[in-house]
């Protein structure tokens, strides 16, 4: 078992920049990948950015270039470094993480994005 908590989300200005991060605890020796989705109103839940080991990040389109994801694996950790962002990034965002052949998901953090 692997339990993921999230912080960082909030209410930020169109331009503006925000970080997420995400610790886990638990059965983390066998993460193989991490990464966050994002859930906005009345749609589905897509990929933002994912990290697997050995790999290079894989970015949704709509983020590359402004969104930048890390992992510090001393502490377990996964982050995403959120720049110039848009009023169409409002979302939930969930941090995600597969260990073994099991995904974990934490409970969502809320990004708000004014105009």
């Known amino acids: 078992q692997v339990q993921l908590v999230e912080s960082g989300g909030g209410l930020v200005q169109a331009g503006g920049s925000l970080r997420l991060s995400c610790a886990a605890s638990g059965h983390t020796i066998c993460i193989s990948a991490m990464g966050w989705y994002r859930q906005a109103p009345g749609k589905e839940r897509g990929l933002v950015a994912t990290?697997?080991?050995?790999?290079?990040?894989t970015y949704a389109g709509s983020v590359r270039g402004r969104f930048t994801i890390s992992r510090d694996n001393a502490k377990n950790a996964v982050y995403l470094q959120m720049n110039s962002l848009k009023p169409e990034d409002t979302a939930v965002y969930y941090c995600?993480?597969?260990?073994?052949?099991?995904?974990?998901w934490g409970q969502g953090t809320r990004v708000t994005v004014s105009s």
């Open positions: 995600y993480v597969k260990a073994d052949s099991a995904e974990y």
């Open positions: 990290l697997r080991a050995g790999r290079d990040p």
